[in-house]
């Protein structure tokens, strides 16, 4: 697994989005990209686990991963499977790194 931060994630989404053709809010035959985001534990009151912090995000998940967007939005789903299509823009937490899967 190699880290890499969450601008390079939006990055090769955008880019991979606009290879591909795929617009916001359109069906698409185009297989998304996923990456994982783990949030740092200082964001929180009581302890996590990494897995529990952990979020994946797909390349058609949101406005933030399309170019000429005026929204932010970015969803994700809990590694634990205990959250779904959360946004995660809204909390505006510290990352502490993302790997491509």
Same mark, same amino acid.
């Given at each position: 697994?190699?880290?890499?931060?969450?601008?390079? =994630?939006?990055?090769?989404?955008?880019?991979?989005?606009?290879?591909?053709? =795929?617009?916001?809010?359109?069906?698409?035959?185009?297989?998304? *990209?996923?990456?994982?985001?783990?949030?740092?534990?200082? $964001?929180?009151?009581?302890?996590?686990?990494?897995?529990?912090?952990?979020?994946?995000?797909?390349? $058609?998940?949101?406005?933030?991963?399309?170019?000429?967007? *005026?929204?932010?939005?970015? *969803?994700?789903?809990?590694?634990?499977?205990?959250?779904?299509? =959360?946004? *995660? +823009?809204?909390?505006?937490?510290?990352? +502490?790194?993302?790997?491509?899967?």
């Amino acid at each position: 697994m190699e880290k890499v931060t969450f601008s390079e =994630v939006r990055q090769k989404f955008m880019e991979y989005n606009e290879d591909h053709n =795929v617009r916001y809010g359109t069906p698409t035959n185009t297989p998304p *990209l996923s990456a994982v985001v783990v949030y740092k534990q200082s $964001n929180f009151t009581k302890p996590y686990t990494e897995k529990e912090r952990s979020y994946r995000v797909t390349s $058609n998940g949101g406005k933030a991963f399309f170019s000429g967007m *005026l929204g932010c939005s970015i *969803l994700g789903d809990c590694l634990d499977g205990s959250e779904f299509g =959360v946004r *995660l +823009d809204a909390y505006r937490w510290d990352i +502490d790194y993302c790997y491509f899967e």
